[in-house]
């Protein structure tokens, strides 16, 4: 199915929680949000989304405790997948209650819920639902989420990996990454001084720049970010990503409607 005006938006854990306060949501954040999605597809109602979400200081700081993400290793392994998959939907919960306060047409499809791994390898992943919430103009929300492994027993999707496998099925034609940062620093001392673009041309003389966060993250941070988005976008060459600030009031809008902010990843220049 091609949905030639699909957007991916994906809401930073950085930017819709407090990762310095554990289990803590920026809840006046993610209501401003909704506001500005839903004002988005007032003025452009043609716009089709998916939303994702990450899980800043819910579902990493108990990752971090339990080690989720590196597979059954140790004792009380699956006490801690569940911990962790409670957390993720605690906040999945409350982005999905603002976003429906807007009015939002919004269903949640969990990855815990359909995704089968093997070593860390997604293996099967039925979306017929979320392609059929789409046609029927629905806003399904997908999350960084807990996911079974054949392999080494349970490990973590990040929202990104969960965006790399829906790229392939329901081909969307732009993901827009909305968290703190302005964009992919060249300094991150400078964050005035914003890499505009990221090729798979120029990605090995920026690579320096990619820390990752000052916080917890078991998904690899700003690195592994970018990383994921050069792949998909090398396999789908007409996809643009922009990562971009959505603490400033408007910035989400302005993306949603086309306006270039913060630093494009394309196929080439």
Not at 23 to 46: C, F, G, H, M, W
Not at 115 to 123: A, M, N
Not at 125 to 140: G, R, T, Y
Not at 142 to 169: R, Y
């Amino acid at each position: 199915m091609t949905q030639p005006s699909l957007t991916f938006l994906k809401l930073g854990g950085s930017l819709i929680t407090d990762k310095q306060q554990v289990l803590t949501a920026q809840s006046t954040t993610i209501y401003r949000l909704a506001k500005e999605i839903l004002v988005s597809l007032n003025e452009q109602p043609d716009l089709r989304l998916l939303i994702g979400h990450g899980s800043g200081s819910f579902g990493h700081a108990v990752a971090v405790k339990y080690q989720t993400q590196v597979g059954e290793k140790k004792p009380g392994y699956w006490q801690g997948f569940a911990a962790v998959w409670s957390a993720a939907r605690e906040l999945n919960q409350i982005v999905i209650q603002h976003l429906a306060s807007q009015n939002l047409p919004v269903m949640a499809f969990p990855p815990s819920a359909g995704i089968i791994s093997s070593d860390k390898v997604l293996q099967t992943w039925d979306v017929s639902p979320i392609k059929l919430a789409i046609e029927h103009q629905l806003i399904p929300i997908v999350q960084g989420d807990v996911v079974f492994d054949t392999k080494i027993g349970g490990t973590i999707f990040s929202t990104e990996q969960v965006f790399q496998h829906l790229c392939k099925m329901l081909q969307p034609n732009r993901i827009l990454i909305a968290g703190l940062e302005h964009g992919v620093y060249l300094d991150p001392k400078k964050p005035q001084d914003v890499i505009p673009r990221i090729t798979p041309g120029n990605f090995r003389s920026i690579v320096p720049a990619l820390t990752g966060a000052g916080t917890a993250d078991v998904t690899g941070g700003m690195l592994s970010k970018v990383q994921l988005m050069l792949e998909l976008v090398k396999n789908h060459p007409a996809l643009k990503v922009h990562i971009f600030s959505g603490v400033t009031p408007g910035n989400v809008r302005k993306v949603l409607l086309g306006e270039n902010l913060g630093t494009l990843i394309t196929a080439g220049d």
